[in-house]
């Protein structure tokens, strides 16, 4: 939140130093991973990170087909996860790659502005 905060603020090398810091995903607790990983996805998208984006790709395939939710309980439900799915894969130079085996659904669509304009 902080760095895609920063960033709306037009901080982006501060941002950047930020992104660069956080923890590995897998180092954080198991039931915060889904929610991880999609945040990273639309991280690396912003930041243009396509080793990242690879990795959460991987990391979120094999749940394409469930929901991104978050906080104790569910507090906040964020959408597919083949939205995320599909930004890691445009990141990666691969849109094609959005086509989830599981359920032959194409998970990119338009990618929402990042920051409301001032």
Same mark, same amino acid.
């Given at each position: 939140?902080?760095?895609?905060?920063?960033?709306?603020?037009?901080?982006?090398?501060? +941002?950047?130093?930020?992104?660069? +810091?956080?923890?590995?995903?897998?180092?954080?607790?198991?039931?915060?991973?889904?929610? +991880?990983?999609?945040?990273?996805?639309?991280?690396?998208? &912003?930041?243009?990170?396509?080793?990242? +984006? &690879?990795?959460?790709?991987?990391?979120?395939?094999?749940?394409?087909?469930?929901?991104?939710?978050?906080?104790?309980?569910?507090?906040?439900?964020?959408?597919?996860?083949?939205?995320?799915?599909?930004?890691?894969? &445009?990141?990666?130079?691969?849109?094609?790659?959005?086509?989830?085996?599981?359920?032959?659904?194409?998970?990119?669509?338009?990618?929402?502005?990042?920051?409301?304009?001032?």
């Amino acid at each position: 939140m902080i760095t895609v905060t920063a960033e709306c603020l037009r901080r982006r090398d501060e +941002a950047h130093r930020i992104y660069q +810091a956080m923890p590995p995903v897998d180092e954080l607790p198991p039931f915060v991973h889904l929610s +991880a990983y999609a945040s990273m996805a639309e991280l690396a998208a &912003a930041f243009d990170d396509r080793e990242t +984006a &690879a990795q959460m790709y991987r990391l979120l395939l094999p749940h394409a087909d469930l929901f991104v939710c978050g906080g104790a309980g569910v507090i906040m439900i964020r959408g597919s996860v083949r939205y995320p799915l599909g930004v890691a894969a &445009a990141t990666m130079g691969r849109p094609w790659a959005a086509w989830t085996t599981r359920s032959g659904t194409y998970a990119l669509r338009p990618r929402p502005r990042r920051c409301p304009s001032r």
